[in-house]
DNA sequence: CGTCTCGTTGACATAATTCAACATTTGTGG
DNA sequence: CCACAAATGTTGAATTATGTCAACGAGACG
């Protein structure tokens, strides 16, 4: 049933906690299976339930809300590691989609052992709410982003945290990552039009600053991007995997 | 040492779940004080940590963002029954500041206390998770109106979300609301400035849709609100209390 | 009474959107 | 193998929503 937990990949990378041995083999009951999704496919579904919970393994996705008159607003990026689907087991119903951008592995746990993680494993449940707590902190920024930065601004930012974010996975090494996103993907998530997206970006790269083609970002002046940015450059913190 | 958690008012609102007798009997022991503030000062300061986390008892707080460059993102509004502080207690640095915009009472507790709760209270901890699981979703609905919503739009929904929120816990009855902030904060929270938040106002008192003078809400077209505001009109989700 | 803070309104400036056209690439069916 | 359609990225020009500047009124308060 693809990847052991005692040898995934992710665990490796400095983004991560460590694991106990302890942890290590309560992961391996808890994971009851594996999720392989084509690009384009839809993982979760806004305003329905899901028996089930991920985390990334591999691939990239999209975390959007749909409003009533079918605009989208991507609300962040899917990168390995990150858990998907507490909403959905512990609140019921979902306030959105998740949709691959790439190819994805993910990770699926029940939600019916959510309850026994919470019951028998306080750290695992400590953990967790660690990652609900940080996905929050990083929502709040996203959302200083929409309401206070210029276009320029949320692009630079945008383009500083996927980098650090796919860097902190290993993706990333030297200013270089694959970033196999359409405009129109980052410009949903920024709140801009696609056009002046492509302005923007022409601008950032005009500017030396970074540059992003066929799917590879090159940041080349990172310090200049995180003061346009208006951001503190520091690495990010270590989180837990689950 | 203020309210008893068993006489705490909140409970009874019918936003808020029952609580077990069992349950009651923990929060008194995790309740270690309470918190009384004047209106204007600050609670939480975005940058450091916090040896303590709080459920707001009574009164109006904002949560904001502060960027490098001053400008400032309300994220939400603190109303009755919020939980506060679970990022800087699970996480160590605080992402956000919290300021009171009128005077507020808030129950302590301690984050110590907290891994106690998670060791030997899971339901309470799985309470505590659908709490940040809830207000991310939230966050993430708030995120597509400042990416995706014109001003009216946004306006609107906010209006309408703060209306049924206040009403849910008991501030609120047919339309009117007690509402003492200021149009600056609201301009903070959507993004927009003060005078176009100002003109989105007229016209929505000039459409009799709502009006908001003196400190106080009334929303006389709900209907009429929600479909501006881009938005499903149905009750809010019953949720735990800490 | 003067000085704040807050809400209100008009005139003007500008950032971002919309519309439109075109280039490139990719896949597809004939 | 070619012709063609469908995505995606790019660019210019016109339009519009929103921001900025400025002034004023009303109330609170020392």
């Known amino acids: 049933m693809g990847v052991d937990c005692r040898r995934c990949p992710l665990r490796k990378r400095r983004l991560f906690d460590e694991m106990t041995e302890e942890e290590l083999r309560f992961m391996l009951g808890f994971k009851t299976g594996e999720l392989s999704i084509a690009a384009g496919a839809t993982v979760l579904l806004q305003g329905t339930s899901s028996p089930q919970l991920f985390t990334v393994l591999s691939g990239l996705g999209l975390r959007y809300h749909t409003l009533e008159n079918g605009r989208r607003q991507v609300i962040n990026i899917l990168f390995p590691g990150d858990f998907v689907g507490l909403q959905a087991s512990v609140m019921g119903e979902l306030g959105h989609s998740v949709e691959a951008v790439t190819p994805m592995v993910l990770c699926a746990f029940q939600r019916n052992d959510l309850w026994r993680l919470f019951r028998h494993h306080p750290d695992r449940a400590y953990d967790l709410t660690w990652i609900a707590a940080a996905d929050r902190q990083f929502l709040g920024e996203t959302l200083a982003s929409l309401g206070q930065r210029s276009a320029l601004e949320r692009v630079a930012w945008a383009l500083l945290r996927i980098y650090q974010r796919l860097e902190a996975v290993g993706l990333g090494d030297k200013g270089f990552a694959p970033l196999p996103l359409r405009q129109q993907d980052l ?18 790269r005009s500017r030396q600053l970074a540059r992003w083609q066929d799917g590879e970002l090159y940041i ?13 450059l520091e690495p990010l913190p270590v989180r837990p995997l689950i």
Chains 1, 2 share one sequence.
């Open 187 to 204: 410009a949903d998530a920024l709140g801009l039009s696609l056009v002046h997206t492509n302005k923007t970006l022409a601008k950032i």
């Open 220 to 232: 080349s002046d990172i310090e200049a991007l995180a003061e346009i940015a208006l951001v503190e």
